[in-house]
């Protein structure tokens, strides 16, 4: 224990040391918030040539391309690899093992294929591999003969509530320049995983054939990471592609569109919804080292007796603090919002889960949606209704901190502007790009952080120790004294 205060009390040194960070502590009592008047000198918000080399198709016959890897079970002891291959179905088997070019096992999977308007798709492969060991390299081969090709993964270590891991957190990616940048940088961190909080590839933002093309160059876009590392997805408005203007003709002359929501994301994108007794695998939870991780699905029936609803009233009380205290929740579109773009977009989902939030004590809620960073401190609005109670967001050390984190570089822009004056509850806000990180360092303490893409340098700009609500509430949480970031770097023997 006293091993891993001291690495946290390392690491927040260091950061505080980097210039320009903002270092702010949650605890009883909230600062004025801030708002940056950082601004950003960006890339044009167009999508990347397709004849650029982050686009490429791998060399080969059917070689496997767009592969991609998620968590394939509850407690992470199985993965989910997806690929695409576009000539033929191929074999469509895994081969892995602990050692490089040394394959012990094989696993086979599934394999799907499906049109959007005349877009035709490769053939989807998704592949359970499962029985893993835990805190494990693997290496895998998919493809065959001189295409096959081969990738690597480490599994998470056990649940254990101080297990020590680290999650990378991104959305509203997109394929620009600004993402590019975005998603070089997160590979640079000491990311392991990345919880996804919606809208990937925009390619809802083309039309006909190129919806499905622009599917295809995302996914080998963002291959680099996905191909070695787990990506938990969570769906977002622009994975919908609800679109019935794409009129085609079936038989009979009956004319139909495509009107399928979700048909794109849901066909490419696997999640191990069945693991956690979902119906949908738009929500779903896993359990992963230290954390209980629950994705929400904002653009699905979310009131009280539909399925989601009633499948998160049943997860919440299957989470074990003991075991992983940490409780992060993932959705889209954020319910703390002080943007301009979106506002109050998030309202209706927050009238029905808030308050469950503040019941179970959860820790952190991402969300993206909102194309700049904000972060809260712990508020909530549960003490309102329609004839009393308090009219606005009021202190409450049970409430969960809220962080958007929509900056990931997408061709629609930065959002802007904030609202003024900055409400109590927004702690700080800055319209740029850039990705986050949350090390849990042990069962009470993490530290998170948001890294602004600041012209090709990673800049860390927001930073803090989050402390845990279940074991800080129940177990005699140390009151913290408040420091600022000159006393901080005055007394380098200060303990957080």
């Not at 969300?367 to 809260?376: N, P, Q, W």
């Not at 090390?439 to 800049?459: F, P, S, V």
Request: proline share 4%; hydrophobic share 35%.
């Amino acid at each position: 224990m006293m091993a891993a205060v001291t690495r946290m009390e390392s690491a927040l040194l260091g950061i505080i040391l980097t210039s320009f960070v903002a270092l702010s502590f949650l605890m009883n009592g909230n600062a004025a918030g801030i708002t940056s008047t950082f601004i950003r000198s960006e890339y044009p918000s167009v999508d990347i040539p397709l004849d650029h080399k982050v686009f490429a198709v791998p060399k080969g016959y059917n070689a496997p391309q767009q592969v991609h890897i998620t968590q394939g079970d509850y407690d992470g002891k199985a993965v989910i690899i997806s690929w695409v291959t576009a000539d033929k179905p191929g074999d469509g088997k895994v081969q892995y093992g602990t050692s490089e070019k040394k394959y012990k096992f094989s696993a086979k999977g599934v394999m799907t294929n499906y049109t959007f308007y005349q877009y035709k798709s490769g053939y989807i492969h998704h592949c359970l591999v499962d029985g893993l060991e835990y805190d494990t390299k693997y290496y895998y081969k998919i493809g065959n003969g001189d295409s096959s090709r081969e990738f690597w993964f480490t599994t998470p270590p056990k649940i254990d509530p101080n297990s020590h891991y680290t999650f990378g957190i991104i959305g509203d990616l997109g394929q620009t320049f600004n993402s590019l940048s975005t998603l070089e940088h997160y590979m640079k961190s000491a990311g392991q995983a990345v919880l996804f909080v919606g809208d990937l590839s925009y390619a809802d933002r083309y039309q006909y054939n190129d919806v499905g093309l622009r599917w295809d160059t995302w996914a080998r876009f963002v291959e680099q990471s996905t191909a070695y590392q787990s990506w938990m997805w969570s769906a977002g408005n622009h994975e919908i592609d609800y679109m019935p203007y794409m009129v085609k003709y079936q038989a009979y002359l009956e004319r139909t569109g495509e009107v399928t929501p979700f048909k794109n994301y849901l066909q490419r994108y696997a999640t191990p919804y069945l693991a956690s007794s979902s119906s949908n695998p738009l929500w779903y939870a896993i359990r992963r080292a230290s954390a209980h991780i629950i994705v929400l699905s904002s653009y699905s029936p979310f009131v009280k007796y539909t399925p989601q609803w009633m499948w998160l009233a049943a997860e919440l009380q299957r989470v074990d603090r003991k075991k992983t205290p940490w409780l992060i929740v993932l959705m889209h579109v954020p319910m703390y919002n002080s943007n301009e773009a979106h506002y109050m977009e998030g309202e209706s989902m927050r009238a029905v889960f808030e308050s469950w939030f503040v019941q179970y004590k959860v820790d952190v809620v991402f969300a993206g949606h909102v194309h700049a960073y904000e972060r809260s401190y712990r508020f909530s609005n549960i003490q309102y209704n329609v004839t009393s109670g308090y009219q606005y967001p009021v202190p409450d050390k049970s409430a969960p901190v809220y962080i958007t984190v929509g900056d990931g570089g997408n061709q629609e822009g930065l959002a802007g502007p904030f609202r003024d004056p900055q409400p109590d509850y927004s702690a700080f806000r800055e319209a740029s790009y850039g990705h986050s990180t949350l090390e849990l360092i042990n069962r009470t303490h993490a530290l998170y952080h948001w890294n602004r893409n600041d012209d090709g340098k990673k800049t860390a700009m927001d930073a803090f120790v989050l402390h845990n609500q279940y074991w800080g509430a129940n177990h005699g949480r140390r009151k913290l004294e408040k420091h600022n970031v000159r006393k901080i770097m005055m007394d380098e023997s200060a303990t957080y």
